[in-house]
């Protein structure tokens, strides 16, 4: 079953037309996954990859394709945009692949969306993948298993580390979710480990953060209330200086607030394997999967 | 990104945010000029460079103090000529200290009370969050420690901004009286609006004060501006001073690349943030220090990796490279192209350990093999962080 996208998931691709919408749409189609649209203003009425119609707005792609899903390449400027386009046209599930859109227009479009149906997940993320069913995003597909652990995190490529080390121990994957780097963003650590929680094919879990916040510290709360499954967790960052953004807009440490040692601490109370440097990720599951 | 203060004070006065009147100088003459013009005998003359500490900073030349206080227009000229063109030295500049350029002189108000007031974005709730305190002119986080009660926190409904019986009850929680409270909700109008129109990511004035003579001025701010925003504000872009940047920082901006330098003798070159961070985290964790956080991004170009490597042995700290690729947007055969012509372009110095794995890593390790360069290959991210731990060794 795993959560949120499966063979069912019909996809359409906002930006389609751009050298990376094209790359990753088609990358997405050859994995198996049902794109069924692509959205490109101005450019309705082309077809892609010989099959795929494109449409001038969401509305008529959701209209005349029925899709429920979309994944977001449109340049950061009109990005916030085009959520909000996706989320008028009532598309179920919104992943949107942009990096570098400003912190102000993602304000308002998580304010718009508090209370409607649509979910979104990132923004500059890479995306999620239900292994062997349904690939929306930019992550290596061949890397991934079909499985039982879920693994949730920030990172793009610390997510496919992560994967890496599962099949390579021959542990397979339930679903992959990239939240993104963002410091507002629309699906949290929270969220995701909930849905994990509920999904009967997820018997483990892997959760990557990163300094800055306090998302790993509520998930690690929620966690150790409710969840019995073994989780095991990374935080990357803990010898990033105070002060300086690495990379991520939301990866800084400030006033003392969201230091790797404080985000360690509250998941190794919530019984969390910690992975104590990134080549640990899996082993660290594995570790607390015997101790279960 | 940062600015100076007399920029920053430029933005308050843009959106009517009262402050302390006064103008920037580059020569000691223009600073008696502006001193003349503030009509006035009490002045401050204050160094501009983008580090804090500047009161207590010494500068090369033995002259003691980046901020001084002066009764004339002729004191102020003698104070600039001691720090245009001089190093000041600050517990933030490191021991090389920053060279000043321009001075802030402007009037030195009677203070009767210093207060907090900031913007920010809450990343819990993602609407912006307005924190205030009585407690001004001293370190926020420790006020915060101590006396968490004296921290006003009030959110702000981004789709209606920060309405006017906000701002009052802000005022009355600050303790003024109605007279202040008037003032004060201009000025706190005047802060949103600034957040807001700049796309700053925080607007921090520490002291907000109240004068003797009844004023409320922000008299000392600080404004932070969200670098995903600055596209749509070339006024603000064009604040930005390069000669307070690190060198090899400003480079790497200029091939999009997400470069900023540390202490240490490993250099790295990494795609995506967070393994770039746990990059570094597991070179520490093997007993290395990182010379560097690099993040070359999703979809970089063969002449994108060619420059950051370019940039990264320009650190001559540097005593190895770690290369730590996994490629999803990024295919590893254009990674391995880009190393290949960077090496062959710079004559590299310092030992390269490589880890590629993910898109077309079949292609990106054959190049690497085919091209006889002498090179560490690594199996995983814990063996290349072994073998660049002990190549310097």
């Known amino acids: ?292 | 990104m940062n600015i100076h203060e007399y920029q920053a004070k430029e933005l308050l006065d843009k959106f009517g945010v009262p402050n302390s009147p006064g103008g920037v100088a580059s020569t000691p003459e223009q600073a008696e000029k502006v001193a003349r013009s503030l009509g006035t005998n009490n002045l401050v003359v204050k160094s501009q460079i983008h580090a804090g500490g500047r009161g207590k900073g010494t500068f090369t030349s033995g002259f003691q103090g980046g901020v001084h206080l002066c009764k004339t227009a002729n004191q102020v000229r003698d104070i600039a000529e001691q720090m245009l063109g001089k190093t000041l030295v600050t517990h933030q500049t490191g021991p090389e200290g920053r060279v000043v350029r321009k001075v802030l002189v402007s009037k030195s108000v009677e203070i009767a009370r210093e207060l907090y007031f900031a913007i920010l974005i809450d990343r819990a709730t993602s609407i912006p969050m307005i924190v205030a305190s009585t407690e001004g002119g001293v370190d926020i986080e420790s006020v915060a420690a101590t006396t968490p009660e004296k921290i006003i926190r009030m959110s702000v409904d981004p789709l209606y901004g920060l309405l006017p019986y906000q701002t009052r009850k802000l005022a009355k929680l600050l303790g003024m009286t109605s007279t202040e409270m008037r003032l004060a909700c201009k000025l706190f109008a005047g802060l949103y609006k600034l957040f807001i129109r700049s796309d700053c990511s925080m607007v921090e004035v520490n002291p907000l004060v109240v004068t003797k003579g009844g004023e409320v001025l922000a008299l000392d701010s600080k404004i932070n501006f969200d670098d995903n925003a600055l596209f749509r504000h070339p006024d603000i872009l064009a604040y930005r001073d390069i000669e307070e940047e690190n060198p090899r920082e400003v480079e790497a901006s200029k091939f999009n690349l997400n470069y900023i330098g540390l202490d240490g003798n490993i250099a790295c070159l990494v795609n995506g943030a967070g393994l770039a961070m746990a990059t570094m985290d597991i070179i520490k964790h093997h007993g290395g220090e990182p010379a560097n956080f690099l993040d070359v991004g999703g979809g970089a170009t063969e002449q994108q990796v060619t420059e950051a490597f370019k940039i990264l042995i320009s650190d001559k700290r540097v005593k190895a490279i770690l290369v730590n690729i996994f490629g999803g947007i990024m295919k590893c055969d254009i990674i391995a192209q880009g190393i290949i012509n960077a090496v062959r372009a710079v004559n590299l110095p310092v030992p390269l350990v490589v880890r590629l794995e993910g898109t077309n890593v079949e292609a990106g390790r054959k190049l690497l093999n085919d091209s006889k360069l002498p090179l560490l290959a690594a199996t995983d991210i814990a063996d290349a962080a072994k073998k660049v731990v002990a190549a310097v060794k």
């Open chain 1, 1 to 292: 079953m795993a959560i949120l996208v499966d063979k069912s998931t019909r996809l359409l691709v906002q930006g389609i037309t751009g050298k990376a919408g094209g790359f990753h749409a088609r990358s997405c189609m050859e994995y198996g996954t049902h794109l069924v649209a692509g959205v490109t203003p101005a450019r309705g009425g082309e077809v892609f990859a010989d099959k795929i119609p494109v449409f001038d707005t969401v509305f008529e792609a959701r209209q005349q394709t029925g899709c429920n899903a979309t994944m977001i390449f449109v340049p950061a400027e009109f990005a916030a945009d085009s959520i909000m386009e996706a989320v008028d046209s009532g598309i179920e599930l919104i992943i949107c692949i942009t990096e570098g859109i400003p912190v102000i227009d993602m304000m308002r479009v998580k304010a718009a969306m508090t209370g409607g149906k649509s979910r979104l997940i990132g923004p500059n993320c890479p995306g999620i993948i239900t292994p062997g069913q349904c690939k929306i995003g930019i992550m290596p597909g061949y890397i991934h298993k079909p499985g039982k652990v879920g693994v949730v995190s920030r990172s793009g490529t610390l997510t496919y580390e992560a994967v890496w080390q599962l099949s390579a121990r021959g542990h397979g994957q339930s679903t992959c979710v990239g939240i993104g780097g963002d410091p507002i963003n629309g699906t949290s650590h929270l969220d995701v480990v909930k849905m994990f929680n509920d999904d009967p094919d997820t018997e483990a879990m892997i959760l990557i953060g990163e300094i800055g916040g306090t998302a790993e510290e509520e998930a690690a709360a929620w966690l150790a209330e409710n969840c019995k499954k073994p989780v095991a967790a990374f935080i990357a960052g803990a010898t990033a200086p105070p002060g300086r953004r690495m990379g991520h807009a939301g990866a800084i440490v400030s006033g003392g607030k969201g230091t790797a040692a404080g985000k360690i601490e509250a998941l190794r109370a919530a019984n969390i394997e910690i992975a104590e440097t990134p080549a640990d990720m899996a082993d660290a599951l594995l570790r607390r999967m015997a101790r279960a």
